[in-house]
């Protein structure tokens, strides 16, 4: 598959939100703001590592299964799988109908022991334009364990 097809594509469902994002392989591959022809954002995953014996790039590497949280919405649930089975990142992702915002939960789910020694990344790439007053800001919630923890992205103007 090449990167310029789609898995899916996302905005709220009013009028007002200048939002728009798409997927691919597990990703999100752009973001657009304030209209569907000016893209801020290139792409925006996790690199997953335990910092002795792999690396995983989301897209190059793991496993993608996408879903619609719901018939009557364009958010989307994306599950990313460690190629044996040991890890899994899966991604709830959705706009904010009120703001300009795309918003990213994550959790990381597999065997205790094996989460415990990872090491999770999140690479972001905007898209860089010199005549733009517009801005994207990338907001991370971090924690310390992967216990029943979630963890957001946000994506916002």
């Given at each position: 598959m090449d990167s310029w097809s789609k898995d899916g594509v996302g905005t709220a469902y009013a009028a007002s939100s200048p939002i728009w994002f798409t997927l691919w392989n597990g990703i999100i591959t752009e973001v657009y703001y304030p209209t569907v022809d000016r893209p801020?954002?290139?792409?925006l995953q996790y690199l997953i590592t335990d910092g002795k014996s792999f690396f995983h790039e989301e897209k190059r590497h793991l496993k993608s299964k996408f879903e619609r949280l719901s018939d009557h919405t364009?958010?989307?649930r994306?599950?990313?799988?460690?190629?044996?089975?040991?890890?899994?990142?899966?991604?709830?992702?959705?706009t904010d109908?009120?703001?300009?915002?795309?918003?990213q939960r994550k959790r990381l789910?597999?065997?205790?022991?094996?989460?415990?020694?990872?090491?999770?990344?999140?690479?972001?790439?905007?898209?860089?334009?010199?005549?733009?007053?517009?801005?994207?800001?990338?907001?991370?919630t971090v924690s310390n364990s992967w216990e029943g923890r979630d963890h957001m992205v946000e994506v916002r103007q």
């Open positions: 801020q954002l290139r792409d364009l958010g989307y994306c599950t990313n799988s460690d190629p044996e089975g040991r890890s899994s990142v899966v991604k709830e992702i959705i109908a009120h703001l300009a915002c795309v918003l789910t597999g065997d205790e022991l094996f989460l415990s020694q990872l090491k999770l990344y999140a690479l972001c790439a905007p898209r860089c334009r010199a005549e733009s007053t517009d801005s994207i800001h990338l907001f991370w």
